[in-house]
């Protein structure tokens, strides 16, 4: 199954209501939550309390990218606040295994993320752990950038992870993504398309969002 996971990263947020429920009704499947720090990432968004504003407007599963520092230390609070996936960066880990646990026994999915210069062969030992793997196809900060082209060859190699563990976690893609690229981005084996700029900058939201949905149910493997 494949899953679009409109992005409120691009969203306006004195109108998060009426933008996410014009997501919603045009199919969207997740909302995707970017959190950034300003120190993993040169920019600086939301915490909990938007994660938890976005529960209460939508029965859609929330879908949490946390690009921050010592994520372990801040777990607890997206879970209050709502989340169903909770994905931390590779690169912002140490102890991975055990932050995989931690996001498991507070009951919800969890995910890995990984840079676009980050090598694909770093998820070996965690990939069979998590419920979704997140390629960053722009080097993550911004929104509105445009998709790193080499990031399709990563998608494939997951796509291979994963059937050489013979797991079943998602595999998710997050920059760049809009009616030009989510095609190639599809076959190479993506399930989750994050989108951001593409949906929420648009003048009709729920317009754009059906274009996305229709471009996916449109191609196969």
């Known amino acids: 199954m494949t899953f679009l996971a409109p ?3 691009a969203a306006d947020f004195s ?3 009426r933008q996410i429920r014009s997501a919603e009704i045009g199919g969207a499947d997740f909302i995707h939550c970017d959190v950034m720090d300003g120190h993993f990432v040169p920019n600086l968004t939301f915490g909990p309390i938007i994660v938890k504003a976005a529960n209460k407007i939508t029965k859609l599963p929330i879908d949490v990218h946390l690009m921050i520092e010592n994520p372990d230390n801040y777990l607890d609070d997206f879970v209050n606040a709502g989340a169903d996936f909770l994905t ?5 880990v140490i102890h991975l295994n055990r932050t995989i ?3 498991k026994e507070l009951g919800i999915k969890a995910g ?3 840079n676009p210069s980050t090598p694909v ?5 965690i990939a069979e752990y998590v419920d979704m793997v997140l390629i960053m196809s722009v080097n993550p900060g911004f929104g509105g950038q445009k998709f790193i082209p080499n990031s399709l060859d990563k998608i494939k190699e997951v796509f291979n992870l994963r059937q050489k563990l013979n797991a079943n976690f998602l595999i998710e893609v997050d920059g760049g993504i809009d009616v030009n690229t989510i095609a190639d981005i599809l076959n190479a084996g993506c399930d989750v398309f994050v989108a951001g700029s593409s949906i929420f900058k648009a003048d009709n939201i729920s317009a754009a969002t059906i274009e996305l949905k229709n471009k996916i149910k449109s191609k196969a493997y």
């Not at 931390?88 to 912002?92: G, I, L, P, S």
């Not at 062969?121 to 030992?125: A, C, D, F, G």
């Open 101 to 103: 646990n931690r996001i």
């Open 15 to 17: 109108e998060l209501d």
């Open 121 to 125: 062969n770093t998820l070996e030992y």
């Open 88 to 92: 931390v960066h590779q690169e912002a």
């Open 112 to 114: 890995v993320a990984i």
């Open 7 to 9: 992005s409120i990263l």
